[in-house]
């Protein structure tokens, strides 16, 4: 694809209601990246995908986040429960082949939990 | 671990004035750098690219950066801004190579430029 798209753009949850987002990185990059950036401040790295392996998951800040990559396409981050601290927006990156090579980021989901 | 720290949250500059963003990184020399520019509502866009190969790097929309090793800097500049430059921008450092299997970019708090008719 052109790009990395992301969906939905927006979201809107209850607490407490569980939400799956999801990432279409570009055809072919081997790498995918979940960040979530708070209001204000830069992204903060949650989980990393090698093909569908998650190689690295030691930013995702509670048991109730997930993330799957099982065909080493496309990617969901599902969030349990939701929370007001996890609102925030979910950028998604590829890249080419490993984590130091050029990320590209998608437009991001807006998480809102009321 | 590597990280880097964008001071000034807040740049104004006049349009057609210099714009200079300021980064430093910690620790020791990363192989790579990058600036990265978000506008309102979308994510992140590339900017520039720091390889090593060469400490002055020229990105896109007229901005570059320089690496100085003495400073531990890689500010970036603008000759003249524009009205289309105002947007948040992120320095970012890659994984270190300390073989812990960190994997993500480290990334500023970020800088809010604005540009003044």
């Known amino acids: 694809g052109a790009g990395v798209s992301q969906s939905p753009r927006y979201k809107v949850a209850k607490r407490g209601q569980d939400v799956a987002l999801r990432c279409d990185p570009i055809?072919?990059?081997?790498?995918l990246f979940w960040y979530q950036q708070a209001l204000g401040q830069g992204p903060e790295f949650l989980t990393y995908?090698?093909?569908?392996?998650?190689?690295?998951k030691s930013g995702l800040p509670s048991d109730r986040f997930f993330a799957e990559r099982p065909e080493g396409s496309v990617s969901t981050l599902k969030i349990q429960r939701t929370q007001q601290e996890d609102s925030a927006v979910y950028l998604c990156?590829?890249?080419?082949?490993?984590?130091?090579?050029?990320?590209?980021f998608g437009p991001g989901t807006r998480l809102t939990v009321l | 671990a590597q990280s880097v720290t964008q001071l000034g949250s807040h740049v104004s500059v006049s349009e057609g004035a210099l714009v200079l963003l300021r980064c430093n990184y910690s620790s020791s020399v990363p192989p790579y750098l990058f600036w990265y520019v978000q506008y309102p509502n979308q994510g992140l866009q590339l900017l520039l690219k720091y390889t090593s190969a060469a400490t002055l790097v020229k990105g896109i929309n007229g901005f570059e950066a320089e690496f100085k090793k003495s400073e531990t800097s890689f500010h970036l500049t603008k000759p003249s801004a524009h009205m289309s430059d105002a947007a948040e921008y992120f320095c970012?450092?890659?994984?270190?190579?300390?073989?812990?299997?960190?994997?993500?970019?480290?990334f500023g708090k970020g800088t809010k430029l604005s540009v003044i008719p």
């Open positions: 055809s072919g990059h081997v790498s």
């Open positions: 995908f090698q093909n569908e392996a998650q190689l690295d």
């Open positions: 970012a450092v890659p994984p270190a190579y300390s073989g812990a299997g960190s994997y993500q970019l480290t």
């Open positions: 990156a590829s890249s080419s082949l490993g984590p130091t090579d050029t990320q590209y």
